[in-house]
């Protein structure tokens, strides 16, 4: 149940302000929700099912011991990472309000899919559930605390992001989100040490 609520909650709120969620938001703006929420997930679940695999294997084969302290120190750098990085990047363009009005009824999911991965792949919330996994070497929960996070995530971009970021500044969220990453980090750190 730990690593289950763990990585529901650091993922969830990484994602938060991240690029994808961005993305998401712009691609509400050209796609209808529900094909949007279908790609996202697709993505989703591919994206941290790899992270898990990696994360669970490197888990088994290594000690223990040294893996958390690198998982530690990497939720550390994300947290610094989120607190200190600057926004402005080509993803946090105005949306294309055009509709699609053509097309193949899959292909619209199909896009959505394709371009969160292009744009998810090697971030820090994949990074992150990685991470989780070798921390707490259990796959499933792990897996399913991770890709709720970032469906939640993403559902709030697509049925309310537009409302949420101007109101909540996309600052004040990564700074909550950088805190609890360092947060998690000392707190690893600090059960395998002592």
Same mark, same amino acid.
């Given at each position: 149940?730990?690593? %289950?609520?763990?990585?529901? %909650? %650091?993922?969830?709120?990484a994602e938060m302000a991240d690029k994808t969620q961005l993305l998401t938001l712009c691609l509400t703006c050209k796609y209808p929700p529900r094909k949007v929420l279908a790609g996202v997930a697709i993505a989703i679940a591919i994206l941290n099912l790899f992270a898990v695999l990696v994360g669970g294997f490197a888990g088994r084969l290594l000690p223990t011991t040294p893996i958390k302290v690198v998982a530690g120190i990497m939720f550390l750098a994300f947290g610094l990472w989120a607190l200190f990085s600057r926004g402005g990047d080509a993803e946090e363009e105005a949306c294309d309000t055009t509709p699609d009005k053509g097309g193949i009824a899959g292909s619209a999911i199909l896009a959505v899919t394709a371009a969160f991965l292009v744009a998810e792949v090697g971030d820090k919330t994949q990074l992150a559930t990685l991470s989780l996994a070798a921390r707490f070497e259990t796959f499933f929960a792990v897996w399913l605390g991770a890709s709720l996070g970032m469906l939640l995530a993403n559902g709030l971009a697509i049925a309310g992001g537009a409302m949420l970021t101007t109101r909540v500044p996309e600052a004040t969220l990564k700074r909550v989100s950088g805190a609890l990453f360092i947060v998690f980090g000392l707190w690893t750190l600090f059960e395998v040490l002592l």
């Open positions: 149940m730990t690593a %289950l609520l763990t990585s529901f %909650l %650091l993922v969830g709120i």
